[in-house]
């Protein structure tokens, strides 16, 4: 598998997995608490310690993830000047990238990465307090995997019965998290889920200029067993696959100028 391509969902991944624009979401992560403001506090953690949680995604293959205590501590002493508190990862169609408020605390305790965001008297903000008071929503964080210790033969156990490659991030820098819309899965609403997918998705089709771009991408570095696997069994009248095009011709080298371009473009 090239370097520069998505893992299959339900593939164990081959190398370690992506690090650079991975989300995270838990369920429950957030409760609000009335103030003299007229404004509640938003509250809770948007990730927890030593939960081990499937990840099976597109982009990032399947495997076992936890997140290690310690592991916000430099990004909180260092970015949290940076961090935006956003809606949908600045998704949602009407609110955009408007920040919901100020980061009045922001540590990690026992539990996991707890904040506490003073909302702002905005509409765009009030028109959230609904879904926010009836726990409707998700807590979700958008972040870079600084460090990491990826065992790719992990042995199966209790919490790991398929026996998949573990995961444990041991540093890991915020960008912005806040409240979010879960997708429409089966099962329990608690717990963790990968939204990367989701977040890439957001990204591309929200732009047409962008999709467009990416499916010139996606057909410059992907072989035509990509498009077509059975293209040998094909019927000699059938339309041939896209060939893959010089490696000089390629937008991206790899996956990580991919993600870049994602994230500043």
Known sequence: ??????????????????????????????????????????????????????????????????????????????????????????HDPSIGNKPLGTIADLREDEAGAHYEVDLFDAEYVRELLPGLKAGALGASFRFKVMREDFDKKAEASETNPDGLPERTITEAKVMEFGPVTFPAYSGATAGVRSLTDDFILAQLFGDADRTKRFAEWYVQTHSAATFAPSIEQAPAEATPAPERRDNRDNRFKNREEYLSWLSTS
Do not use: Q, Y
């Open 1 to 90: 598998m090239s370097e520069n391509t998505p893992v299959g969902v339900g593939e164990a991944v081959p190398g370690n997995p992506p690090r650079e624009n991975l989300v995270r979401a838990v369920m429950p992560g957030l409760e609000l608490r009335e103030t003299d403001t007229g404004m509640p506090t938003m509250f809770g953690h948007f990730a927890r310690f030593n939960e081990w949680t499937e990840i099976n995604s597109a982009w990032e293959g399947r495997f076992m993830e936890r997140i290690a205590p310690g592991a916000f501590a430099k990004t909180i002493a260092e970015n949290r000047n940076g961090m935006r508190v956003l809606f949908d990862h600045g």
